[in-house]
């Protein structure tokens, strides 16, 4: 495992500027296998898209069944599997890494508020600095700010949040539904990589636009695992005909 999480830290730096690092989102393991067979070099689970593959709406899966996915789709694959494990299910910090390392996951996504508030920045920080204390180098934290989604949308109070979680041991920090014009500003503001969700849209800036703009890491939520269920469905109904 501990060369699964160097292989992953290794393609967060030195990225030139245009190439960021992209990370489908497995949310079973043969979703995995095809992404790790198509040439992905790791991957990164959503919580929304298992939630759904689970029965669950999001938000609403319970910590046991998430790590069980998670544990499926790290044994499907031999590239690095980094998992969204949402706030934290309330775990104490070295429980979350034992949690994780049990599930062979090298990375995670911790968000940084709770049924739609943000947390305390400073208090979080505190959180953080535990889970990478107990962590060791042996995950990699990519620490999500929810400024865009739960807070006001100013930039710079992302910026402030963010560097906080690097300061406490984040590798990697994720202004989640930070608006494309936005991202130079956070680019530079922000000191290490970048992770930016990339819309799955006709008009949609290209993962390497975005890489252009300041994205490091690519990732897409659970937008593939509701592409192939629409793509079940137009496929269920045609089979009605």
């Keep these: 495992m501990t060369g699964a999480v160097e292989a992953l830290r290794a393609l967060h730096v030195r990225r030139p ?3 960021p690092l992209i990370l489908p989102g497995p949310w079973d393991a043969a979703s995995a296998r095809a992404l790790a067979e198509a ?39 031999d590239v690095p599997v980094t998992a ?3 706030d934290g299910y309330g775990l104490a910090p070295k429980e979350l890494v034992e949690r994780l ?3 062979g996951a090298v990375g995670c996504n911790i968000e940084d508020s709770t049924g739609g508030a943000l947390k305390d920045p400073r208090e979080h920080a505190d959180y953080l600095a535990e889970f990478c204390a107990a962590a060791a180098g042996r995950i990699l934290l990519n620490a999500r700010v929810d400024t865009f989604v739960h807070g006001d949308g ?5 910026v402030e949040r963010a560097a906080l979680y690097i ?14 014009a936005v991202l130079p500003l956070l680019r530079s503001g922000i000191e290490g990589p970048l992770n930016t969700l990339a819309l799955l849209t006709p008009d949609g800036p290209s993962p390497a636009a ?7 890491r690519i990732t ?15 496929l269920a109904a045609g089979l009605r005909q």
């Design 167 to 180: 300061a406490a041991g984040a590798e990697c920090v994720y202004p989640i539904m930070a608006p494309v």
């Design 39 to 77: 040439g992905f070099e790791a991957l990164a689970t959503p919580s929304a898209g298992v939630a759904a593959a689970l029965g669950y709406a999001d938000g609403e899966t319970p910590a046991d069944e998430m790590f069980a996915a998670v544990a499926r789709i790290t044994r499907a694959v």
């Design 84 to 86: 969204d494990i949402e």
């Design 220 to 234: 897409f939520g659970p937008q593939l695992q509701r592409r192939a269920t629409a793509s079940a469905a137009e």
């Design 210 to 216: 975005l890489g252009e703009l300041g994205a490091t």
């Design 101 to 103: 390392l049990a599930a």
């Design 17 to 19: 500027q245009g190439d």
């Design 154 to 158: 100013d930039p710079e109070r992302a």
